[in-house]
């Protein structure tokens, strides 16, 4: 009985004592502690505890206003080095140098806030996660209400398909089962009761006197009582995990890594000069003009715009390829990532249950094509197809179970077509597959009793008249149903069962017995123990399929040098039987279940981060094994589609959600959305994560060798006592014409091949590491050396220096057109890569080539750049000169592929001649 009295007047809340565990306190208790009645709450006492705990909704952060989002794109390191050096130019009164360098930041800005806003715009709320109507009694009458009106002491009435709209104690229950795979990852539903008291240490999965916000009734009815609302239901405490920072992307961290680094060498040039310039005799202002001429040559002003472009474009690739971006530096995290840590249910299985494999008496094992609701497919022994009496079987088995069956399918009818329990489902499409109407045999074998499945009598049974006779179908445990059973060996086919078990599949054994018209005893709901001398007709193996391209799919990340663990809510032998199919683990060792991961929470994660298997696990175990991998030093890609995944999608380096059968609250806490919930899909992310993050090396490689020739002519002018070569006008110009544009076109460079060939990249490798330091230094040395050899042999033959200026600035535009053929690719030679894969780049460089030339005619323009047409017989001279750099960089190519391939010969055991084959 419940609690009979309710004391409005008491100004205590239920929450302002402190939160019990409701499964641990048996129906009276928890009625007494919340201080209701049978006839739930009075209007009255709801509107009191409503407007005392608050709606029953997640609390939700304020949206992100447009100026959060602009700011956002301005919290950069580099952006921050870029703003001091405008500040300074415009202290100085050098109003071209800041507009410019104001001007890339807005563009930048404006770039990167439209690409969030529009993903801030398409992202669902978590609060729709538990936005339902809910049947309520209040004042002792059902009434229809919001469930953001649910408060705790309220009883709910609810059916099968009904959303659960808070934590509920159940009261009573008729047949209830509840789909809680969002919560718990459990794939199979799962039985609930009113039941006694449970044990306070129940995990979440196993409290089956609860059900839980977020999941739905999948079949049968109850009366239950609200416990908790809002944040304090488990899915609130979900999203309270949510609230933790998100880790930043690592493409953030590296840049902003370069950034600091840049600055530093910023600083230091900027301070040689400084130091050498008064020993020269050049006055204060004039150094300072020289410093600040020096740091626009060193800052990459253009990085962030192409960054941002380049991953823009990134993004509209994934989007082709079924990955939606909701944070641009997301966009080459999967590149970057070295685990994909990856829920069972629904991404690498198809969340629909499926009879796999049977087992008939006289002839053993049979296999069942098709996977979920197809229903076109065939049974066959080793490939061969059945024999007639096999067929007939088979087709016996599955009419049985199809009768005691309370499910709807509609092969024609799609989603609309089908409802009810996942066993009952796969039991109807086995029957179509088998040739059967189900329709029709319903109508031709009328139902005249039965009796619903349970968790306490692990059958279900039911009576049908097929005209000539009575039949009695049972279908349940194999361990229930065989000691029913006569003429068979009962302990050869448990045997047969637990092999079936051990490879993944959950085995239900199906039987019959012909009752005589005025035997009525097997219905009798006191007869349980008088259901024998049935016929065993065989056992089914069910299993969640898995996805056709799955396996493929953990192949090839693989390939990539990217492992794969699951992570999964089922019991370990499972587990484990599904990671076998799917090539992730084969051994015992490789599983490790949720308690031993509770059990290292306060130890070494090491066992965590060498498992290959998670299985058993809850919420809060997958945050841990998401942080145990981090500190391991992984960069981590978590993939789910529950509410349970959302507080480890959010934690991880890269979260993944499903979009299409995923939750509002994965969606939510997820950097990538998968549109067709397809994991190969993720394959595909990691090709075009390190496609960007190799067309942003090229762009950094392009801008940075561009800055080290600038730095370079100055420092070596100055050391030479040679004038300044280029003016701080000059060099704004330089830098916008030759990297205004071609760095933007280079950011569109297409994949290169083998991108999946190649392991991921350390974790805490540089953007600018050993390779780009080579490339740079050796391009733009030799961009350095030769313009200032140039500069200083026009400074010798008597030319002015305004005339030597404007020689040396169409020389390094020249340079730096010529160079940005070098920067399509770090290892392949310039001319292997066809002029057509990027016609951007080529009439970005004709395009800028032409605007300097232009620049030289036109007036007023040429006058504030000191420009002036160049003689034929000059550009005879420059042509050849600034193609110096694409033979010194191909040559170093050519050295870096020849001493590669002769190492992978070497440890093949050959030699470079012959191949490396033994």
Not at 139 to 151: E, H, I, T, W, Y
Not at 344 to 366: D, E, I, S, Y
Not at 636 to 663: E, I, K, Q, S, W
Request: net charge negative; glycine share 8%.
């Amino acid at each position: 009985m419940l609690h009979d009295e309710t004391r409005g007047g008491d100004d205590r809340s239920p929450d302002a004592m402190a939160e019990p565990r409701w499964h641990a306190l048996d129906v009276p208790a928890a009625a007494a502690r919340l201080r209701t009645s049978s006839a739930g709450l009075s209007n009255d006492e709801a509107a009191r505890r409503l407007a005392h705990d608050g709606p029953n909704a997640l609390p939700q952060p304020p949206a992100r206003s447009i100026a959060a989002i602009v700011l956002s794109q301005l919290q950069s390191p580099l952006i921050y080095l870029l703003l001091a050096a405008a500040a300074v130019s415009f202290l100085l009164g050098e109003y071209d140098d800041a507009g410019f360098i104001f001007l890339v930041l807005t563009i930048n800005t404006a770039v990167g806030a439209t690409q969030e806003w529009r993903a801030e715009a398409n992202t669902a709320a978590l609060r729709s996660a538990i936005a339902t109507v809910a049947r309520v009694l209040r004042n002792g009458a059902v009434k229809r209400l919001d469930s953001r009106q649910l408060v705790p002491g309220d009883v709910v009435l609810l059916e099968g398909g009904d959303r659960i709209p808070a934590d509920l104690r159940i009261l009573e229950a008729n047949e209830v089962q509840a789909d809680e795979s969002s919560l718990t990852g459990e794939s199979l539903p799962v039985d609930k009761a009113a039941g006694e008291a449970l044990p306070a240490d129940t995990p979440l999965a196993e409290r089956l006197t609860m059900l839980h916000a977020g999941s739905t009734l999948q079949r049968g009815r109850a009366r239950a009582l609200v416990v908790a609302t809002g944040s304090r239901t488990e899915l609130g405490a979900i999203a309270g995990a949510l609230r933790v920072p998100a880790a930043k992307p690592p493409l953030t961290r590296r840049l902003d890594r370069f950034a600091r680094m840049l600055g530093f060498v910023s600083l230091a040039l900027v301070a040689a000069v400084i130091a050498l310039q008064p020993g020269l005799g050049h006055t204060l202002s004039e150094t300072i003009f020289v410093a600040i001429a020096l740091a626009v040559a060193i800052i990459p002003e253009g990085l962030p715009v192409a960054v941002t472009i380049a991953l823009s474009i990134a993004t509209r690739r994934m989007a082709l390829r079924n990955v939606i971006v909701r944070h641009l530096p997301a966009v080459e995290g999967l590149g970057a990532c070295t685990v994909v840590a990856t829920d069972k249910t629904g991404t690498l299985t198809m969340n629909q249950l499926t009879a796999k494999r049977l087992w008939l008496p006289q002839h053993g094992f049979v296999d069942v094509d098709g996977a979920g609701f197809e229903t076109r497919a065939r049974l066959h022994q080793d490939g061969v197809t059945l024999s007639e009496t096999a067929h007939g079987a088979a087709r016996a088995l599955a009419r049985s179970a199809a009768l005691c069956n309370d499910a709807d399918f509609d092969p024609e009818g799609g989603a609309e077509g089908r409802s009810g329990d996942a066993v009952d489902l796969a039991f109807l499409v086995l029957a179509v597959k088998t040739g059967l109407d189900t329709g029709l045999l319903r109508k031709t074998a009328r139902r005249i009793a039965d009796r619903p499945f349970s968790a306490e009598r692990k059958y279900a049974a039911s009576l049908h008249d097929h005209g000539d006779g009575h039949v009695l179908h049972i279908k349940g445990s194999a361990e229930v149903v065989l000691p029913l059973c006569e003429g068979v060996d009962g302990d050869h086919v448990l045997r047969l069962a637990d092999e079936m078990a051990s490879h993944g599949y959950r085995v239900l054994a199906v039987a019959a017995r012909i009752v005589d018209r005025t035997d009525d005893r097997g219905v009798r709901p006191d007869l349980d123990g008088d259901l024998d001398r049935l016929t065993l007709l065989g056992l089914v193996g069910f299993i969640d399929p898995l996805r056709p391209e799955a396996k493929q799919a953990v192949a090839d990340c693989r390939r990539a040098g990217v492992s794969v663990k699951m992570i999964t809510g089922d019991h370990a032998a499972t587990a484990l039987a599904i990671a076998r199919e799917l090539g992730i683990a084969d051994r015992p060792e490789e599983v490790v279940t949720g308690r031993e991961v509770a059990a290292a929470e306060s130890g070494s994660g090491a066992r965590i981060a060498t498992a290959s298997v998670f299985a058993r696990v809850e919420p809060a175990h997958k945050v841990r094994i998401v942080e145990a991998l981090k500190q391991a030093g992984h960069v981590v890609a978590m993939t789910g589609d529950g509410v349970n995944d959302a507080p480890a999608l959010h934690r991880a380096d890269l979260g993944v959600a499903m979009g299409r059968d995923g939750t509002d609250a994965a969606r939510d806490a997820a950097d990538l959305v998968l549109a067709d919930d397809n994991f190969a899909s993720i394959v595909a992310g990691i090709e075009e994560g390190r496609a960007a993050y190799a067309n942003i090396r090229k762009v950094i490689y392009l801008l940075i060798a561009t800055g080290t020739a600038e730095a370079l002519i100055f420092l070596l002018a100055l050391a030479a006592g040679l004038p300044i070569p280029l003016t701080a006008v000059q060099l704004l110009w330089l830098n916008l014409v030759t990297n205004g544009v071609q760095d933007v076109a280079l950011a569109a460079e297409g994949s290169e091949k083998g991108l999946l060939d190649k392991p991921p990249r350390p974790p805490k490798e540089p953007v600018f590491d050993r390779l780009m330091i080579r490339e740079t230094l050796l391009s733009g040395a030799t961009m350095g050396l030769v313009c200032t050899a140039a500069f200083a042999w026009m400074i010798g033959q008597g030319l002015s220096e305004a005339a030597a200026r404007n020689t040396l600035l169409f020389l390094m535009v020249a340079f730096m057109n010529v160079h940005v053929f070098n920067c399509r690719s770090e290892t392949q030679s310039t001319f292997r890569i066809p002029l057509s894969a990027n016609w951007p780049l080529i009439a970005a460089v004709a395009g800028a080539q032409a605007v300097h030339v232009g620049a030289a005619f036109t007036p007023g323009l040429r006058d504030v750049l000191g420009l002036a047409p160049l003689p034929l017989s000059e550009w005879l001279l420059l042509v050849p000169l600034a193609l110096t750099v694409l033979a010194t960089v191909e040559i170093d190519k050519w050295i870096r592929r020849a001493t590669k391939s002769a190492a992978r010969s070497n440890a093949a055991g050959g030699t470079p001649g012959d191949g490396g084959r033994l």
